[in-house]
């Protein structure tokens, strides 16, 4: 038996070693859609006995992009949203042309004390409307807007 766990062994090293062509190619791959890729290091046992001194944790993390925005207002839930119905979540431009898209939004009420989040995923229920950006004196234009209900409020 310990003859045939240790050519399992053998070729257990041999196929994770085959594996990281795989890894670096899935790498590159998610690198040119823009995504932050980090390969965690592996390290190989030296027999089968101390396998489970060198389990790896996974082999590759994407790091995910998340916008904040903060704004000039307080709020708490969606009870005391200032506006109503409306929740922008970004300038439509920004988002149509993001690379990659952010997997979320972070709005932040003025004391940092609640913040409301949109998830990327709720984007097909999305809808524009053209807008005053009241940040500028003369500059209008295409936001996305998320029904209010899809909008998660969250204590700090």
């Known amino acids: 038996m310990d003859e045939l766990r240790q050519r399992d062994f053998k070729k257990f090293v ?8 795989g890894v670096i190619s899935a790498a590159n791959w998610l690198n040119s859609l823009g995504y932050s890729v980090t390969i965690p290091p592996t390290t190989v046992a030296e027999s089968y006995e101390t396998r489970m001194n060198h389990v790896d944790k996974g082999d590759l993390y994407i790091n995910m992009r998340v916008e904040v925005k ?12 200032p506006f ?19 997997y979320a939004y972070i709005i932040q009420s003025q004391d940092l004390q609640h913040i409301a989040v949109v998830n990327s995923s709720t ?25 209010i209900d899809l909008v998660k409020f969250h204590a700090v």
Do not use: M
Request: proline content about 5%.
């Open 14 to 21: 041999q196929h994770l070693s085959e594996s990281h062509e």
């Open 70 to 81: 903060r704004l000039g207002v307080t709020f708490t839930s969606k009870a005391d949203w």
């Open 84 to 102: 109503n119905e409306k929740f922008i979540v970004c300038a439509k431009h920004s988002f149509d042309n993001a690379k990659p898209k952010p």
């Open 123 to 147: 984007c097909k229920q999305w809808y524009s409307e053209k807008r005053k950006d009241s940040r500028y004196e003369d500059v209008t234009q295409d936001f996305y807007l998320c029904p």
